[in-house]
T-cell receptor, first 110, second 115 residues
């Protein structure tokens, strides 16, 4: 029962470094999402992909890029990390029902 | 743009009592869905309950029920017979059905259950 799998679970970066968060789902869902959660706050949508081949900006897209590689995989890239991007990142997937979330990836930018 | 508001940053409830967590939303769309998620200290997001905007009856799932008042644009979560394991963050979320299935979350309420 893998569901939504995110890697890595933890990462420390220096300002200006780049990295990619990987996400894969095995539920054959059409839609996939990337959220960030800052301490004591709710989840804010970074990017989403309503279906394979499409991506759209959410509330806080600046500083990020995404790729919907195929129906299963949706990656989030930070080209030049900044301390303000220190957060917990959640990938999620869904069809018409609720979102299914990964376990989260904790990213620290020094 | 849609907006979700949770006005209670933190709440206490005595074990075995019922508690209501408030959620109000703002949208001009007629077709939408409302969700509640639980996030324990371990960090995972756990789906609790769903209410569609056209559902006439309030949703229930075990000890969870959703008090849906469409005219007031509120979707409060009621937890009956609170347990210590209910201590967690609770998030209300809304999906506009013609907007690519994206969910918008409120800021959350931290619930603490006292023994």
């Amino acid at each position: 029962n893998a569901g939504v799998t995110q890697t890595p679970k933890f990462q420390v970066l220096k300002t200006g470094q780049s990295m990619t968060l990987q996400c894969a789902q095995d539920m054959n869902h059409n839609s996939m999402y990337w959220y960030r959660q800052d301490p004591g706050m709710g989840l804010r949508l970074i990017y989403y992909s309503a279906s394979e081949g499409t991506t759209d900006k959410g509330e806080v897209p600046n500083g990020y890029n995404v790729s919907r590689l195929n129906k299963r995989e949706f990656s989030l890239r930070l080209e030049s990390a900044a301390p303000s991007q220190t957060s917990v990142y959640f990938c999620a997937s869904s069809d018409a029902g609720e979102l299914f979330f990964g376990e989260g990836s904790r990213l620290t930018v020094l | 743009a849609q907006k979700i508001t949770q006005t209670q940053p933190g709440m206490f409830v005595q074990e075995k009592e019922a508690v209501t967590l408030d959620c109000t939303y703002d949208t001009s769309d007629q077709s939408y869905g409302l969700f509640w998620y639980k996030q324990p200290s371990s960090g995972e997001m756990i789906f609790l309950i769903y209410q569609g905007s056209y559902d006439e009856q309030n949703a229930t799932e075990g000890r969870y029920s959703l008090n849906f008042q469409k005219a007031r644009k509120s979707a409060n979560l009621v937890i009956s017979a609170s347990q210590l394991g209910d201590s967690a963050m609770y998030f209300c979320a809304m999906r506009i059905n013609n907007a690519g299935n994206m969910l918008t979350f409120g800021g959350g309420t931290r619930l603490m259950v006292k023994p």
